[in-house]
């Protein structure tokens, strides 16, 4: 894996971390596209990982797109818009996408500042844990750009749509006591503290059968966008699959033993 994008597995739960510290974290660089494409489908195609954490090094999750690049019109910023539309569909959106697409639940552990792309990224994730010196801040607007890599979307569905909507109009940065307050963060924590706690929700989050714990997530994504008679036929169809797996036999067989379950995937 590349070293701009670390990858480590312990037990069920993978850490991804956003490795250039020395200048907060900034995505969008020419390997991060394939870097997070690879980490996602390893994540995917390994049914023993049951909850991911994104993390940045350092002291920032990440400060989002390279400013310089854009002004210098380097790292494809530059030339025609038809061909900076392509840059941004087939780079910066591969990221997006990539995080999206993972299978299982993703808890971002915000270190510190998440800006722009980086605010982005982070609301791609299931749920988020947040530093107290965490700052969030969708601050497109105050270089003269769109939210466009998928803000516009994903802050209304998370913080409402006023809220969401101050955010990108002013290009207002938040703390994290004020994104807990927002429904931005589901907790803030002193951030020394910070992986250790996101490690024990993801431990949490890992003890569950993982067949159901994914589909789980798939349904919580589509009722996102979908009426409540389609989930509640993919629900019965999932149940279905669900009542006849090991794991559902075994999670029965564990509750009259008063034991701990043993899920193998099955």
Known sequence: MSEALLFEKKGHVVTLTI???????PLGAADDPENFTNAVARINADRDVRCVILTGAGKAFSAGGN?????EGGEGFGGPGTHIRERYRNGI????????????????????????????????CDTRIAADSAIFGATFLKIGLIPGDGGAWLLPRIIGMARASELLYTGDTIDAKMAKEWGL???VVPSAELMQRAHEVANKISVQAPDVLRMTKQ???HGMTTSFDAIMELSASMQAIAHHSA????????????????????
């Open 93 to 124: 959106h591969r990221i997006v996408r990539a995080v999206w697409s993972i299978e299982v639940p993703v808890i971002a552990a915000v270190n510190g500042p998440a800006i722009g792309l980086g605010n982005d990224v982070a609301c791609l």
């Open 185 to 187: 963060v589901s907790e």
């Open 19 to 25: 490795n250039r510290p020395e200048s907060r974290n």
């Open 219 to 221: 349904l919580l994504r």
């Open 247 to 266: 794991d559902h036999k075994e999670a029965l067989d564990a509750f009259f033993d008063k034991r701990v379950p043993v899920y193998k995937g099955e």
């Open 67 to 71: 400013v310089k690049a854009m002004r």
